[in-house]
């Protein structure tokens, strides 16, 4: 009955325009939450679970930041099935965003762009949620800074100092291509002072968030090498690979080439893979990786970890197949496992090397 659900609330949402359809979903969540509810057999997970960080992950599957901003429903996703939920990101202070329409589907490419630029109703509101959260699973927050900020370092570290012993993990997003300079502030000059304060921040907490860095898929070679460098020497848990790119060669629309903003879906899937090749030698197995960009399929589960992830996240794929694509990914990656005799899913992770 649940799958019937699920089928039916995500077919009429995506003939909805895209932002409105997101609004509907978040609402939905947040109002309707033993409707949507569901529970993963546990002999669909076994061998999937590991303790990473300090969390104890029941599988790989999370759901990334972007999807739910204000961190209005973050249990109710996590009753869905996701493993962990990340939200935000979310700002200091209350804004907008950038003009509507921002959200564009490109449904025969599985892929979506978005021009969002960091709507947020603020950190106040936020840590209001956050802070009613039951955190049954680990819970997240993304963190960006506003736009029209006189100090936009000072932003991330706000952000941090308020929501440290409120989640589980902090993602820092110096990454999203919707707020203008962003990208640019992610050197060693800008980030190392940002760093030193929230591990400051940290180790002045009783019960201290972990944190992890949201990565670039448009970042060049040596810059990864040195910001990665950066991140083992802060003591930074987690990176994830990768935010959405501004690059279109990889989809075949003319709407799509022309619009600016992120690119998200299967039109990220090589990109963001070929972006983790890059990440896991350099991490030297002192960062936990979370792979995210075109993850559809058990297979692509799969090919993420033996290439080194540890964990992954999902956002367009479940924009466009809604609840059901958690239970259908883990299912094909459980036929993988049995085909392969692979009793403990975390002992493959990097063999593609091998």
């Not at 939450?33 to 590991?50: I, V, Y």
């Not at 960006?144 to 589980?168: F, I, W």
Request: proline share 6%; aromatic share 8%; net charge positive.
């Amino acid at each position: 009955m649940t799958n019937r659900i699920h089928h039916w609330i995500t077919r009429v949402l995506n003939r909805l325009p895209p932002e409105f359809a997101h609004h509907c979903a978040i609402n939905g969540l947040r109002y309707t939450p033993r409707l949507l509810t569901r529970s993963l057999p546990t002999d669909l997970t076994e061998g999937m679970s590991q303790q990473v960080m300090g969390m104890h992950f029941s599988h790989p599957i999370g759901l990334a930041a972007g999807f739910d901003k204000d961190a209005q429903a973050v249990d109710s996703l996590a009753a869905l099935g996701f493993s962990f939920v990340e939200a935000g990101a979310v700002t200091p202070l209350p804004q907008p965003g950038n003009p509507k329409p921002r959200l564009f589907r490109f449904t025969q490419q599985q892929s979506l762009i978005n021009q969002y630029g960091f709507n947020s109703r603020g950190l106040d509101y936020v840590a209001t949620n956050l802070a009613q959260a039951r955190r049954d699973t680990p819970i997240g927050i993304n963190i960006g800074k506003n736009k029209h900020s006189d100090d936009p370092l000072h932003d991330y570290v706000t952000c941090a100092s308020r929501l440290m012993e409120q989640v589980d993990f902090i993602t820092l997003n110096f990454s999203s291509p919707n707020t203008p300079g962003l990208r640019s502030l992610a050197d060693e000059k800008h980030l190392r002072p940002v760093l030193a304060a929230i591990q400051s921040i940290r180790r002045e907490s009783s019960t201290p968030a972990r944190v992890w860095f949201k990565l670039s898929p448009d970042m060049e070679h040596s810059a990864v090498r040195d910001l990665i460098a950066l991140l083992i020497e802060y003591q930074v848990e987690g990176i994830v690979v990768s935010n959405t790119t501004t690059q279109r060669e990889s989809i075949d629309h003319p709407q799509a080439r022309s619009l600016a903003g992120g690119l998200s879906g299967l039109a990220l899937k090589k990109l963001s893979e070929q972006m983790l090749e890059r990440v896991y030698p350099l991490a030297q197995g002192k960062l936990t990786i979370i792979a995210s960009g075109g993850l559809f399929t058990g297979q692509d589960i799969y090919d993420r970890i033996i290439r080194g992830a540890d964990l992954v996240q999902i956002f367009t794929s479940f924009v466009y197949h809604g609840p059901g694509i958690i239970y259908t990914m883990l299912r094909q990656l459980r036929d993988i496992m049995e085909k392969q005799g692979i009793h403990h899913l975390p002992s493959i992770k990097g063999s593609y090397y091998e």
